[in-house]
């Protein structure tokens, strides 16, 4: 069985990676600095939002890449905690759904993303095998100190959909932590 394969190994091949210059290109990513994906920017409010072109509404997106219509879910959170004033949320977090799992896809979108960004947590062996066991539901590979993520997502019915994900600073701070919490503790 070929599943996930690819996240075991992944072939350095120059079609691929002229493949990738180009793709990355269209995808927006070889923008320096990381505060949104194209015009969607962290902070933005769901009015600002739902002013895109792109956007019919304030939760969801739809943009073209990859020669595909690519969805893209937004969430929102308060900029601070402790402000009751404010009621509406900025955007801190832009998912944009890359459609079903293969093994080929999943090495693209890494070749892909590695062309612009740095990667700073890579999956290990040990979350593999839980999500191969289906003891986890997502594998997320994070570049820029979390600021990016390339998640596998084990959907309800076992199908494994990709996901790329940007997020707010803070976002990524509490990616980086979660990821710090099972190397500190053995039992």
Excluded at 23 to 41: H, V
Excluded at 99 to 112: E, P
């Amino acid at each position: 069985m070929k599943l996930l394969s690819g996240l075991l190994t992944i072939p350095i091949c120059s079609l691929l990676t002229c493949v990738s210059i180009v793709l990355s290109s269209a995808l927006g990513l070889a923008e320096p600095g990381i505060d949104g994906f194209r015009e969607l920017k962290f902070g933005m409010t769901e009015q600002e939002v739902s002013a895109l072109p792109a956007c019919n509404n304030s939760q969801e997106c739809l943009y073209e890449l990859t020669e595909k219509n690519r969805y893209i879910a937004l969430t929102y959170l308060p900029e601070k905690a402790q402000d009751a004033t404010e009621s509406a949320g900025k955007l801190a977090k832009i998912t944009i759904d890359m459609g079903r799992y293969t093994d080929d896809w999943y090495q693209q979108l890494q070749m892909i993303l590695g062309a612009s960004y740095h990667l700073t947590h890579d999956l290990t062996e040990a979350s593999k095998q839980l999500f191969l066991a289906g003891q986890l539901n997502e594998l997320n590979s994070g570049f820029e100190d979390g600021q990016v993520l390339l998640k596998v997502v084990r959907r309800p019915f076992g199908n494994l959909a990709l996901k790329v994900v940007y997020q707010n600073a803070a976002l990524a701070e509490a990616f980086i932590q979660q990821r710090q919490v099972p190397s500190t503790s053995s039992n």
